[in-house]
């Protein structure tokens, strides 16, 4: 699979901004596909993710109510709406694509079988 992402930039705290994350490639409904994110200096988390076969959600505690994940399966693309930003959810924004069950790979990030480069999301205070 090829994953790219797109959407990022700068906002002001409140602000709102969609990422998308593109997938290409065979056997997608496979696949879940989720948003990780890397901030300086702290290691990489799980954001959100979304079964492209369940349309299953899932969301890290900081940005339940805050995010939304949803995809389009006609397009082969995934988004993260992502309203009432604040700073502490700057980051390099990655999506990923992974059969493992979201609990396992949101903290340890095993299992991960495909990673797009990422997109830098900057919330100004």
């Known amino acids: 699979l090829q994953l790219v992402e797109s959407g990022g930039g700068l906002v002001q705290s409140g602000g709102s901004l969609r990422l998308s994350c593109a997938v290409a490639?065979?056997?997608?409904?496979?696949?879940?596909i989720g948003w990780f994110r890397q901030a300086p200096g702290k290691e990489r988390e799980g954001v959100s993710a979304?079964?492209?076969?369940?349309?299953?959600?899932y969301y890290e505690d900081s940005v339940r109510g805050r995010f939304t994940i949803s995809s389009d399966n006609a397009k082969n693309t995934v988004y993260l709406q992502m309203n009432s930003l604040i700073p502490e959810d700057t980051a390099v924004y990655y999506c990923?694509?992974?059969?493992?069950?979201?609990?396992?790979?949101?903290?340890?990030?095993?299992?991960?079988?495909?990673w797009g480069k990422g997109t830098l999301v900057t919330v100004s205070s």
């Open positions: 979304i079964g492209l076969s369940d349309g299953n959600t």
């Open positions: 990923a694509a992974f059969k493992r069950a979201w609990y396992v790979v949101q903290g340890s990030l095993m299992g991960i079988d495909y």
């Open positions: 490639g065979s056997t997608l409904e496979e696949y879940t």
